[in-house]
């Protein structure tokens, strides 16, 4: 939110990449602050933007359109994690009071100012365009990776939605979160 050129000490001859993971959506509700930070990394000249992001649109005003999305969002995720993680495991008591609790604590309040908005893929893409980001296509590397990590979980509800600029992890067929490159 406080990014400052300044104090990132960058060399003329050094490449530059920057990766934004699960953090963009907390400036989304705050005036101008993700105009701001985009602009910024712009003028970084980054050789390589990654962009990972929850997929759930809570940019609705009416709160049971929020609830509503909150409500398909959460039941992905719960499912997801019962999946694949034994209930009496404690790395899955940490993830649901430290990240689903809370999340599902500011849809409900509607926090938006000291917890952010997560938005959709369509949503990132136009805020980074309107940036002066462009699209990169990912690797084929990449893709066998992420297929690579998602055969690590034997389930058939989870998917990876691929369009080449873009790639979307979802359960059945609820997104929960997008990864996409850019360049300048």
């Known amino acids: 939110e406080n990014l400052d050129e300044s104090a990132l000490n960058i060399e003329a001859h050094e490449t530059i990449a920057v990766n934004c993971s699960v953090v963009l959506h907390r400036l989304l509700c ?7 930070l985009l602009a910024l990394l712009r003028k970084l000249n980054p050789a390589v933007l990654t962009v990972m992001e929850i997929e759930c649109n809570q940019s609705m005003p009416s709160t049971v359109g929020r609830f509503l999305q909150c409500l398909i969002f959460h039941r992905a995720v719960f499912n997801s994690i019962e999946a694949i993680v034994e209930k009496n495991n404690p790395d899955r008591v940490l993830i649901e009071r430290v ?5 599902i604590s500011n849809v409900l309040v509607h926090d938006k100012e000291n917890s952010g908005m ?13 940036s002066g980001f462009k699209d990169s296509p990912l690797s084929n590397y990449s893709k066998c990776q992420a297929n690579l990590l998602l055969g690590m979980y034997p389930n058939d509800s989870f998917k990876l939605h691929q369009d080449g600029v873009s790639i979307t992890l979802a359960w059945q067929d609820t997104p929960i979160v997008s990864v996409s490159v850019w360049t300048c």
Not at 30 to 36: D, E, F, M, V
Not at 99 to 103: E, I, K, Q, T
Request: hydrophobic share 30%; proline share 4%; glycine share 8%.
């Open 30 to 36: 705050k005036s101008g602050k993700i105009h701001g």
């Open 99 to 103: 990240y689903v609790a809370p999340n």
């Open 118 to 130: 997560y938005a959709c893929i369509d949503s990132w893409r136009k805020f980074l365009r309107h």
